[in-house]
């Protein structure tokens, strides 16, 4: 019963770094673009390994982010896309992130060139951020069986019609 706690204060200053928080926000504002107006079910996200985005952040940030608009209750579906770097000085490239580790926490990111240890790299993919699609409700087929199609309908605020 009691409300959602908040916490998060407009702060400013040094303090803990929301970076899941501008993502979400992105992620609704794209698919509030793309979703034309009509509810969004499902919003599909891909997201590169190296924005070392933490799951559970992203879902509570998109949740809330999403309040109030068209991706309201929307489920998120997001995938890894793996990542790769390419070695300034030899050109070898890695993954340095490698998929099988056991948990995100236990991913080890080494930015370090395998082949001459050098620390100057390019970034070939990883930090991807995509909204990749997204589902949107259909509009009510209960309401009528179609006498025409009904598209693009707009809530527009209907003035109370005296019953007569
Ligand atoms: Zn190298």
């Not at 896309?81 to 300034?88: F, K, Q, V």
């Not at 370090?112 to 050098?118: A, T, V």
């Not at 070939?124 to 693009?152: F, K, N, T, Y």
Request: proline share 10%; aromatic share 4%.
């Amino acid at each position: 019963m009691a409300g959602p706690e908040t916490a998060a204060g407009p702060r400013r200053g040094p303090g803990p770094d929301v970076h899941e928080l501008s993502i979400a926000n992105e992620i609704v504002a794209v698919a509030e673009r793309t979703a034309g107006g009509l509810p969004v079910a499902v919003v599909r996200v891909k997201v590169g390994r190296l924005r070392q985005v933490v799951p559970e952040y992203l879902d509570f940030y998109f949740e809330a982010a999403a309040r109030g608009t068209v991706c309201e209750g929307a489920a998120m579906e997001w995938e890894r896309l793996p990542s790769l770097l390419r070695c300034d000085q030899c050109a070898t490239e890695w993954d340095p992130a490698p998929a099988p580790a056991r948990t995100e926490d236990e991913l080890l990111v080494d930015f370090r060139c395998p082949g001459c240890r050098s620390g100057l790299h390019s970034v070939v993919s990883g930090d991807e951020l995509l909204v990749e699609s997204i589902d949107v409700e259909d509009p009510d087929p209960q309401q009528g069986r179609g006498p025409g199609p009904e598209a693009g309908r707009k809530a527009s605020p209907a003035p109370g019609k005296g019953g007569g």
